[in-house]
């Protein structure tokens, strides 16, 4: 094995070298910091890296490998989205305001992972409070795609993606709201899954649009994602809206039988407009599952087309709301010059926050001022909930949803920067998921021309995690997708 070989390789493949002390977690580690030297530099995809951390936990780790004392998780090393509070170690959101912010206490799915004897390389690079699909509205560096270090990792979560597409991590946490956790997965060739809103505990995540957002794993593959999934799930009495309902082992039932399963393909998602590679490899990808047995079946989800609107109402609102604790009083930057309170407030905001923040926050707040409140945000949550309806009207007659992730492969940086509204319709097809509550997931079907991954999006009924696993890893285990890598990093 050459110096960063160990550094291509899923969790569960780990897992059985270091059980069979073929490789220490020590050395694993070791053998990150390495690549992470050799690539960091081009890809960008950390903000924090947390090698003395690190070290310590794979030394424990390797003392109950020794004694035979391991999980799935033990001494594999883990990249943690950078909205992840993590105690003693700085959560910056990538934004200015929380530069030097070090939270007291640990997120829920942090505490869950440190349990389990996972190890922490770094915290990775986003979107400034989440809000993005490219990356390039971080306050520090810009992540490069390791597939093409000219384009965009997709965002928000494009740090977390980035570090796994490029061999700088074994697997990543990352958040997804409107589709932050597969639109990047799509874009760098990964496997990213969003979980049913409610199936993780957000507990300690920082907040964007609180009935929205949740988190999820960034992988190499589908098994590694239910490992992931599995280690991070369940109720947690410090998130309310943590459903109380018991893990299902999402390793165990994990299987690539589809014959008799019921595939929709739903006619708003096959569009005009959706690049040509990208409609060919999802073709290919839904003639596989037919030739595997599937029964795909036409669907039609018709409020489709206001999903983009709504979710825009919806998730603005909520994060005008939950960024008004940053006011320089209790966390973050504070200006120090002010003369008197409400300009220390207002200074502090302004330096603080970027420009993407500054209009959401204040689209948001319009749409939450009295006279507006009724046409903007209660209109918003109506549409939701006809959104929410399609889906349970679709999944009367079928088992799962097929639809390509993203209508584009990663696009170059800085092309759509000054254009919010086409960034905005970088999540056409995610933002459904989220704003009815459904696991969903991205993995690699393609590659284009170009050699930029291609993404295909399976959705399921609320808490199918399992569906949905089983429905990609029957896909995954007859392609190669998922093992290959960028060449010339
Ligand atoms: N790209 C979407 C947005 O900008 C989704 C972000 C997310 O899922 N956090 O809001």
């Given at each position: ?28 580690v070791e053998a990150f910091y390495r690549r992470i030297e ?11 890296l947390?090698k003395?951390?690190a070290l ?65 390389l ?368």
């Amino acid at each position: 094995m050459n110096e960063t070989a160990p550094c291509s390789l899923p969790a569960h493949v780990l897992r059985q070298k270091l059980d069979k002390q073929e490789l220490s977690s020590r050395s694993l580690v070791e053998a990150f910091y390495r690549r992470i030297e050799s690539v960091e530099g081009k890809v960008h995809a950390y903000n924090t890296l947390t090698k003395d951390v690190a070290l310590t936990q794979a030394d424990q780790a390797d003392q109950l490998i020794a004694k035979g004392e391991s999980g799935p998780l033990t001494g594999i090393p883990i990249a943690l989205k950078d909205n992840l509070c993590t105690k003693g170690i700085r959560t910056t959101c990538s934004s200015k305001i929380l530069e030097n912010f070090i939270p007291p206490y640990d997120a829920t799915v942090v505490e869950k992972l440190r349990k389990a004897g996972a190890v922490f390389l770094g915290k990775t690079n986003m979107d400034e409070f989440a809000m993005g699909s490219s990356t390039e509205n971080s306050a520090f560096e810009k992540t490069a795609n390791p597939w093409d270090l000219a384009c965009i990792p997709g965002g928000s979560s494009g740090g977390s993606a980035a570090a796994v597409g490029a061999d700088e991590a074994v697997m990543a946490l990352g958040s997804d709201t409107g589709g932050s956790i597969r639109q990047p997965a799509a874009c760098c060739g990964v496997v990213g899954m969003k979980p049913t809103y409610g199936r993780v505990s957000r507990f300690g995540l920082v907040a964007f649009a609180s009935s929205l957002d949740q988190i999820g794993p960034l992988t190499h593959d589908v098994r590694d994602a239910a490992i992931l999934l599995n280690a991070i799930g369940g109720h947690d009495p410090r998130d309310s809206t943590s459903v109380d309902m018991p893990m299902p082992d999402l390793i165990g039932t994990l299987n690539e039988n589809v014959a008799g399963l019921k595939i929709g393909i739903p006619k708003e998602y096959f569009i005009e407009g959706i690049d040509s590679e990208v409609g060919a490899a999802l073709e290919s990808a839904i003639e596989h599952y037919r030739k595997a047995g599937a029964e795909i079946k036409a669907i039609s989800l018709p409020h489709t087309d206001y999903a983009t609107a709504t979710y825009y109402v919806l998730a603005t609102a909520e994060a005008s709301s939950n960024l008004s604790r940053y006011d320089g009083v209790r966390f973050g930057l504070r200006i120090q010059e002010a003369k008197d309170l409400l300009e220390m407030y207002s200074e502090s905001r302004r330096l603080g926050f970027g420009s993407e923040v500054k209009r959401r926050i204040m689209i948001g707040a319009h749409a939450l001022s009295s006279g507006y409140y009724d046409a903007y945000y209660k209109k918003g949550q109506q549409v939701r909930t006809l959104i929410k309806n399609d889906f349970d009207e679709a999944f009367k007659s079928v088992d799962v949803i097929l639809t390509p992730t993203a209508p584009t492969p990663a696009f170059k940086m800085g092309e759509k920067l000054d254009d919010p509204l086409t960034m905005y319709l970088c999540d056409i097809f995610t933002i459904s998921a989220n704003l009815a509550g459904l696991p969903a997931i991205s993995l690699p079907c393609g590659l284009t021309s170009n050699h930029l991954p291609i993404g295909l999006q399976l959705i399921g009924r609320p808490f199918d995690e399992a569906g949905v696993l089983s429905t990609a890893y029957a896909f995954e285990q007859q392609h190669d997708f998922h093992e290959r890598r960028p060449e010339d990093l």
